[in-house]
């Protein structure tokens, strides 16, 4: 089974862009690609979904490429309140089922 | 809207004992529910997938009956682990599945349950 893999870890600074990858090979034909943030001690807290190309929302945008075996988390002026961990959820085409993906730890420094 | 809570938020308890933890949809009823467990500076685990009013699908290695649970209604799921031990202290998470207009299922997150197991 393919692991749902994303960067361990990412640095950034006050206001600037952050791309978080998450790179799903075999993901589901139909399944929605899901990005969730997580805080220490809490459950995760939904921030976007979307299937193909691109879509935004008031917080984050979430790109996709045709082949959709990976998506890009796009958050566009992080602030300190956004250090987090952000996971992707997606559906994997072998066994059916929905796999969160191995987490990215956000720092965002002042 | 889709606010899921959990109860308790944490607990502790003596090897051997019995723990409830409760799952509820406040503002939608949910089909589907799940359960995920999560260790420390890891991702989440899926453990069971709980219908209403069905019986729950268990992720391979997760005891069924050491972790019972039952999905009475579209609005309350419950897991229980049954003489718990040490090992089975993690963070215990649940989650609801709403289906949005477009008609895309998405999972909702409750707050968490901190179980420890003395």
């Known amino acids: 089974l393919a692991k749902t893999t994303q960067p361990i870890s990412m640095d950034s600074y006050e206001g600037q862009e952050v791309n978080i990858t998450c790179s799903h090979n075999?993901?589901?034909?139909?399944?929605?690609i899901t990005w969730y943030q997580q805080f220490p001690s809490q459950g995760p807290r939904f921030i976007i979904q979307g299937y193909k190309t691109k879509v935004t929302n008031e917080v984050a945008s979430l790109f996709i490429p045709a082949d959709r075996k990976s998506s890009t988390l796009s958050l566009p002026r992080v602030s300190l309140s956004d250090t987090a961990v952000y996971y992707c959820?997606?559906?994997?085409?072998?066994?059916?089922?929905?796999?969160f993906g191995t987490g990215t730890r956000l720092q965002v420094f002042p | 809207g889709a606010v899921v809570s959990q109860h308790p938020s944490w607990v502790i308890c003596k090897s051997g004992t019995s723990v409830k933890i409760e799952c509820r949809s406040l503002?939608?009823?949910?089909?589907?529910m799940f359960w995920y467990r999560q260790f420390p500076k890891q991702s989440l685990m899926l453990m069971a997938t709980?219908?209403?009013?069905?019986?729950?699908?268990?992720e391979q290695g997760v005891e069924k009956d050491k972790f019972l649970i039952n999905h009475a209604s579209l609005t309350l799921s419950t897991l229980t682990v049954t003489s718990a031990h040490p090992e089975d202290s993690s963070f215990y998470i649940c989650s609801a599945s709403v289906r949005g207009l477009a008609g895309v299922d998405t999972q909702y997150f409750g707050p968490g349950t901190r179980l420890t197991v003395l």
């Open positions: 709980s219908n209403e009013g069905s019986k729950a699908t268990y």
């Open positions: 959820l997606v559906g994997d085409m072998n066994t059916d089922k929905l796999i």
């Open positions: 503002d939608f009823q949910a089909t589907t």
């Open positions: 075999n993901i589901a034909t139909n399944d929605y």
